[in-house]
């Protein structure tokens, strides 16, 4: 069993930044990878950036050079720095993690975070 908290959204204005963090916490677990995706109303859910075990890094096209991924050294914290936001950024923001559980057999599985709401406006 795999927790996932997130904090650090808010209220900001355009071209304003924001930091989210996410915790992963649990047993017998083992995360691979962790990102961030984000839903805005009436929208599908879209990956905003993700980074595995191995360090690679993949960000959706329009927050390229903006969102900044990063993990902790103890891989179980993964944070999302965001500059120069732009009201089309607002969105409720979800961490995700994927990796599997072993306690006894192995499974593969993925967990969310509750949602920490991001709004930019004036």
């Known amino acids: 069993q795999v927790q996932l908290v997130e904090s650090g959204g808010g209220l900001v204005q355009p071209g304003g930044s924001l930091t989210l963090s996410c915790v992963a916490s649990g047993t017998f677990f083992t995360i691979n990878a962790m990102g961030w995706y984000r839903q805005a109303p009436g929208k599908q859910r879209e990956l905003v950036a993700s980074v595995n075990s191995g360090g690679a890094i993949n960000y959706e096209d329009s927050v390229k050079g903006r969102f900044t991924i990063s993990r902790d050294n103890a891989m179980n914290t993964v944070y999302l720095q965001m500059n120069s936001l732009k009201p089309e950024d607002t969105a409720v923001y979800y961490c995700?993690?994927?990796?599997?559980?072993?306690?006894?057999?192995?499974?593969?599985?993925?967990?969310w975070g509750q949602g920490t709401q991001v709004t930019v406006s004036s």
């Open positions: 995700n993690a994927r990796g599997y559980v072993h306690y006894q057999s192995m499974y593969f599985d993925d967990w």
